[in-house]
């Protein structure tokens, strides 16, 4: 059973695809094997005009979060959180080709959102 957290990040997930998913913007599935989501994107868009957006996906009243990565504690939403993100995924050894090629091509030009 879902908690309460749970299903509002869900439903702040879903509002994030309704509001992305249109005038050319793909959905991009750089997700991670399993149930848990730590060290990976909540959603990832690249927008038509070949930028990307992340968007964080909260639950209820959450607060951002950060991840220690090599150069230290890195707050969600900064560029050093964005590639210590890159480096995990790229590190798992569970992306596919083509997850690892949008990889290659994603960058740090991306535009970061918080949705609730």
Same mark, same amino acid.
Do not use: H
């Given at each position: 059973?879902?908690?309460?957290?749970?299903?509002?990040?869900?439903?702040?997930?879903?509002?994030?695809?309704?509001?992305?998913?249109?005038?050319?913007?793909?959905?991009?599935?750089?997700?991670? #094997?399993?149930?848990? @989501?730590?060290?990976?994107?909540?959603?990832?868009?690249?927008?038509?005009?070949?930028?990307?957006?992340?968007?964080?996906?909260?639950?209820?009243?959450? #607060?951002? @979060?950060?991840?220690?990565?090599?150069?230290?504690?890195?707050?969600q939403g900064? @560029?050093?959180?964005?590639?210590?993100?890159?480096?995990?995924?790229?590190?798992?050894?569970?992306? *596919? *080709?083509?997850?690892?090629s949008e990889?290659?091509?994603?960058?740090?030009? *991306?535009?970061?959102?918080?949705?609730?």
């Amino acid at each position: 059973m879902k908690t309460v957290i749970e299903s509002s990040e869900q439903i702040a997930e879903e509002m994030a695809d309704i509001r992305f998913l249109q005038n050319g913007v793909q959905k991009m599935d750089l997700s991670l #094997p399993g149930a848990g @989501k730590s060290g990976q994107f909540d959603r990832v868009y690249k927008n038509a005009d070949g930028s990307w957006s992340v968007i964080e996906c909260k639950g209820g009243e959450s #607060p951002l @979060k950060g991840r220690t990565g090599t150069n230290g504690y890195n707050q969600q939403g900064t @560029k050093e959180y964005i590639q210590s993100i890159i480096d995990n995924l790229r590190a798992s050894g569970k992306l *596919t *080709t083509a997850q690892l090629s949008e990889l290659n091509n994603f960058g740090l030009a *991306t535009k970061y959102w918080t949705n609730r």
